[in-house]
T-cell receptor
Framework: GQNIDQPTEMTATEGAIVQINCTYQTSGFNGLFWYQQHAGEAPTFLSYNVLDGLEEKGRFSSFLSRSKGYSYLLLKELQMKDSASYLCALYNFNKFYFGSGTKLNVKP | DTAVSQTPKYLVTQMGNDKSIKCEQNLGHDTMYWYKQDSKKFLKIMFSYNNKELIINETVPNRFSPKSPDKAHLNLHINSLELGDSAVYFC?????????????FGPGTRLLVL
């Protein structure tokens, strides 16, 4: 596997900013993806990085540093509907390798 | 308007039975996948097909056999079901098997083996 690590669970307050980290132990991959999965539903695509740096998409941003084996997903202006699991995934040669996900609890 | 659909949504069956799950995508994508998500929410790829041809076959027991009659369909047949097969099975599709491809997931099939 790709040894993808994410924190199991995080809690944050509505309106705040939260950063979900993802570390991995592989040198070669095409891209790093972030997916959101609400309980009992399918994962949905949020963002991806191919090159190092920050990709911004509205309230969501994702950052990648290949040299450090590190990515994060930044969620701004948290809303209650952001309570979900966030999955980090590496894409390499037709395969997606998923981390176990971080469950985010947004409280009022 | 459903992009990736799966049937059935729920499947409860006895150990030893044979069952099939169907998947269809109307996005015109070339590549389709089957994933298994266990109780710990870990999503693991099982198979991938590109234009009806098998391109990925992870270490999955032979009891699992995918079939792709055309590039819009990828079905999963499971023989001699075991308790450990209980999980959520997700079908997904992507435009091609190249770089930077985003996958679109179906709603999942919740399989419970008793």
């Amino acid at each position: 596997g790709q040894n993808i690590d994410q924190p199991t669970e995080m809690t944050a307050t509505e309106g705040a900013i939260v950063q979900i980290n993802c570390t991995y132990q592989t040198s070669g991959f095409n891209g790093l993806f972030w997916y959101q999965q609400h309980a009992g539903e399918a994962p949905t695509f949020l963002s991806y990085n191919v090159l190092d740096g920050l990709e911004e998409k509205g309230r969501f941003s994702s950052f990648l540093s290949r040299s450090k084996g590190y990515s994060y997903l930044l969620l701004k202006e948290l809303q209650m509907k952001d309570s979900a699991s966030y999955l980090c995934a590496l894409y390499n040669f037709n395969k997606f390798y998923f981390g176990s996900g971080t469950k985010l609890n947004v409280k009022p | 308007d459903t992009a990736v659909s799966q049937t059935p949504k729920y499947l409860v069956t006895q150990m030893g039975n044979d069952k099939s799950i169907k998947c269809e995508q109307n996005l015109g994508h070339d590549t389709m996948y089957w994933y298994k998500q266990d109780s710990k929410k870990f999503l693991k790829i099982m198979f991938s097909y590109n234009n009806k041809e098998l391109i990925i076959n992870e270490t999955v027991p032979n009891r699992f056999s995918p079939k792709s009659p055309d590039k819009a369909h990828l079905n999963l047949h499971i023989n001699s079901l075991e308790l450990g097969d209980s999980a959520v099975y997700f079908c997904a599709s992507s435009p091609s098997s190249g770089d930077q491809e985003t996958q679109y997931f179906g709603p999942g099939t919740r399989l419970l083996v008793l």
